[in-house]
């Protein structure tokens, strides 16, 4: 123990000024990012609008890779988790010296994927923290190596246990992260109403427009307001369970995952994909000045 908190402080001592920021920044930015999402209770969650999964069906149509990240949907409970804990590692490695030059590539590299999911299309590009935060990494990366012509990322007995120290160190902080995102999260169970039943008022949603919201158990799901009334879908697909978006431009509710297609102006009927049933309606009315779960 003596020998690492020796490796540390030495680490930083012997480190410039300007590095010596990079590195804090860099370190305490990603524990930070690892914590907000463990602390947030919708993170894991399929309706919130910071939701993984909500996350991962964006990119799946603004990203370059959507193919990629349509993959992911189904899984996005276990990608959430991986995001965290890797998070958290980068961050409490950056801080304590371990694995210097690796972990400053894989922050690097996971820049790059912030980059090209979330901020691919912000401009001017100087607008999106992620390309700022790829070259503060590649950097900090190309300031470890120096002069080296290899890196050597073997790994003797020692450093193996400070490895899995950081690893037992960023599962731990993910647990109690979650542990107080459960004392703060939110009872009420729709978005953007005033109660239970309430869901938006008709001032607020004028004929041709939809809605999007939660349902009393959690159901992420829909509301369309035409001149002959409103409808309601559950935006679960019928065929694997990922979140069903509806797009503008075709008029159709589409599933990220594997393409199913669904008509909400005539029941939801399947119009195309893997599909077998119809999307599940939900009952809702007008009343009064709002629009309502029955």
């Not at 909400?264 to 599940?280: I, M």
Request: proline share 4%; with cysteine.
């Amino acid at each position: 123990m003596r020998t690492q908190i020796r490796a540390v402080t030495s680490s930083w001592r012997n480190q410039t000024l300007a590095v010596r920021v990079i590195r804090l920044w860099l370190g305490v930015t990603w524990i930070y990012g690892g914590w907000d999402k463990a602390t947030d209770p919708g993170f894991l969650g399929k309706t919130s609008s910071t939701s993984i999964s909500k996350q991962l069906t964006g990119y799946s149509t603004s990203s370059p890779l959507g193919f990629l990240f349509r993959h992911m949907i189904e899984r996005s409970t276990a990608i959430g988790i991986m995001v965290m804990v890797l998070e958290f590692a980068i961050g409490i490695a950056t801080l304590l010296w371990i694995a210097p030059t690796t972990t400053a590539f894989v922050g690097f590299m996971m820049s790059v994927g912030l980059w090209i999911a979330v901020t691919w299309h912000v401009k001017p590009y100087f607008l999106g923290s992620d390309t700022a935060y790829a070259v503060l990494w590649l950097a900090y990366f190309l300031t470890l190596v120096g002069k080296r012509r290899k890196i050597d990322i073997s790994l003797d007995r020692r450093g193996a246990i400070r490895l899995a120290g950081v690893g037992i160190a960023s599962i731990a902080a993910m647990f109690l992260g979650r542990g107080l995102a459960k004392t703060v999260a939110p009872t009420s169970t729709t978005t953007g109403a005033k109660s239970a039943k309430q869901l938006i008022k008709l001032a607020d949603f004028p004929v041709g427009n939809n809605y999007e919201f939660a349902t009393a158990d959690g159901q992420p799901a829909i509301v369309f307001r035409t001149k002959n009334g409103v409808f309601a879908y559950s935006q679960i697909c019928t065929h694997q369970g990922c979140t069903v978006p509806y797009s503008t431009a075709d008029k159709a509710l589409i599933c990220p995952c594997h393409g199913a297609t669904f008509d909400p102006f005539n029941g939801a009927k399947v119009l195309a994909g893997p599909a077998n049933t119809p999307l599940s309606s939900i009952k809702v009315a007008i009343s009064g000045a709002w629009v309502v779960l029955v």
